[in-house]
């Protein structure tokens, strides 16, 4: 009886959610099929991203709101490369490497705020992504094609400067799903995109075992304490972010290449709140992730993302309903999750102190 | 006589002009036990930085005189010299990673690692954990302690007695270590767990390790010390081997004054009225550790009344139920009318305060002023320090004025009103929390364990203050673990053993009498007539 109370006040997020899902499973009475469909091509799209945010969760860093930055690297990436037409699969892993220095230097530069901003790093983050957003418009919708020449009509406003609201990524749509697909009924399940998914898994797992993993723990478990062993906190800090940052920039490319289209001024808006709720759905915390629970989330809130509008429409008898659903659902997580999380270490040290007593 | 392993010569320092050692000599051989001990500010944790190299005292110009280790000069210009030159250090507060586990957080830092395809290509800094090792190494230097505790289990779950083991552990695991300092490490430790503490500290010395031993406990420092340095203000006041000296020796030598603990401080003191301040029937009070299972006592007007009793037998409970931070059943009525239970505000605005024994946690707000500390509960309860008017303002000059008073009457060692509280030592922070409740004008007053983990001077000051309180008319219930002290200065003392009444004594009752009622044994049973209970 007590192990059964410890699993759920433990999982209490994750439960309460799969339980909503299901309801809405229910109520929105969609095919099986559709269903898996979407889940499989949702779980593609999105699981690197969530991933990315792990390691700066165990480096004590909380919820990196700042994966934007590296979002917003992937898309810079994405736009040169539409311009200078790369294609394939090479033309995906080119972006990706073009991506790179440049969520690095996103990276440093956001780890050297939050160092300056510690133990408020997740709503820092949060405003240094709508910073960048800014700075990230003024120069692709007011320099480009004043102060920077650039005169790609397919990219471009023709009658001002800025680019396109979209832009079309034909050349590298799908590239990664379509190298290697099996069907299953209606669905098809791009199996190289997974296995991707499947190798920043076991790289991160791998990673937690090695000097450098542990140091980002021993970091994000007290910074104190381990300074004082000699470990280089600040040091450690900056390199996690870069990493969730480069990790995000590739996941926004990712992301996109089965979008297929890019939202030049859109796309990246929402990458860090939805990774977010997804990772604290699985039942993560401010300070714990794991691998698992980055899944588990990805896979119960893209459920419910897929339910909502249909639920919301059965239940309410409106699609506008449904549709205002959805957005209250992706928020109201993460309001939930974290209120939960804090009644949840609440009544975890309540037990603790029990224990105490029996000791 | 072989090289001493550590011998610091003539060293001296000043902070800005000011003295705060005087040429002191230090010298620790192969597999000594030396104990250092002096009061708060005497010179302790400076002579340990010079000998560490920490950056406060490279920053502030070094030291004068010399340090050898082994016979050779040495001067270190950071910690991590001082700890490849084989010296290791346990701190007073715990520097273990709670989500660790205890091998983890032996070898914090110095895991041991091998290498794989990857670390081949970016370097050592991703070779994977050798865990195996590190498990091994981690039993080795546990074995060596005598601990029995898995090295595998995260040390949150562990008791806290514990971890002072696996810090030892931690020092011993380091190559080469030829002395080990610890600073205050019983602290925090109950007796039993001290007692095998000290045990330990004989076994690492026998292996010859030598041990620089900090402490305030001068009973400890007499159990385990082959020698013992004494320092005041900044000077080696005298040195020799144990047993040149006695307890009373030290400790004067210490404070400069000669103090004895089980004498009457305060004098005599009139006898108290018969007039009944509180009265307690069956007081349940649910704190963790220390659970009071129903409780009848009263408390006399105007008198000092000691609560004493072994650790986790619920004496601690009593003030916290009372003042409302703990859940508690039953009755208490004061000055003749119910007091509600579980409500701080209530007790407080009855006119009761309380010095709380979690002095960081429940007794300050450390992050605050020194003034604002003061003032606090007054400010809160009694609407003092107020601007006149509906906006209820703080008034500044009036908290400022007040603060400055009461750093002079109660000797607050601080540099001004405004310091922050964390920054001061225990015994001074102990002082502000007595300097507020002294504010509060309490007709009853609450205090427990006062003098935990602060040094012998400070230690009669603070009694001295409480007394002082009581002369001012309050009634005052202090519970301590420390007998002694409730002797030194209660009128009668409540024995409390497993949550109950155990007897009531007077302070100069025969140690008997105090053994068989901690132990649980009423006196009647045993023969004893109860002539001295009420």
Redesign the interface.
Known sequence: MNQVKKFVSKNAVPILFAIVCLLGVYYAEMPGQFLLMEIVKRMARNSFLVLSLIIPVVAGMGLNFGIVLGALAGQIALILSTHWEWAGIGGLGLTALLATPLAALFGFLAGMVLNKAKGREMITGMVMGFFANGVYQFIFLFLVGTLIPFDNPTLRISTSPGLRNTVNLSRLRGVLDNVWTVQYGFTKIPIVTFMVIALLAVAIW??F????G??F??VG??RH??G????QTDRNRILAIVFSTVLAAWGQIIFLQNIGTLNTYNSHEQVGTFAIAALLIGGASVTRATIGQALMGTFLFHLLFVVSPSAGQAIFGSAQVGEYFRVFVAYGIIAISLALHAWRSKSLSKV??????T? | MSVPVLEMKNISKSFYGTQVLKNIDLRVAKGEIHCLVGENGAGKSTLMNILFGMSVITNTGGYDGQILINGEHVAFNSP?AAIEAGIGMV?QEF??????TVT?NIK??R?D?KP?L??KIFG??????DRKKMSADARTALDKLGMNIEEWVTV??L?VGYLQFVEIAREIDKEGLQLLVLDEPTAVLTESEAEQFLEVIRRLADTGISILFITHRLDEVMAVADNITILKDGELVRSGPTESFTIAQIAELMVGRRIDTSARIGGERPKAATEKVLEIRDLHVDM??E?LRGIDLDVYKGEILGIGGLAGHGKIALANGIMGLYQSVGQVRYEGTDLPLNSPREALNRGLAFVSEDRRGVGLVLEDTIANNIVLTSMQVQDKFLKPGPLKLKDQKKITQHALESIERFDIRCTGPDQIVRRLSGGNQQKVCIARAFTQNPKLFFVSEPTRGIDVGAKARVLELIVELNRMGATVVITSSELAELRSISDRIAIIYEGKLSGVLAPDAPDLEYGLLMAGKSLEEVGVSEGTAN
């Open positions: 791998a990673f075992k090695t000097k450098l542990q140091d723990r021993a478990q007290d304490i381990a004082v062993a000699g470990i603790s102190m029990e224990e105490d007593v000791a | 991590k701190h520097m273990l990673l709670p989500g660790f983890e914090l830092n895991e690692t794989n990857f670390s050592k800094k991703l070779e994977t954990l949150e779950g008791p963790p550790g659970r």
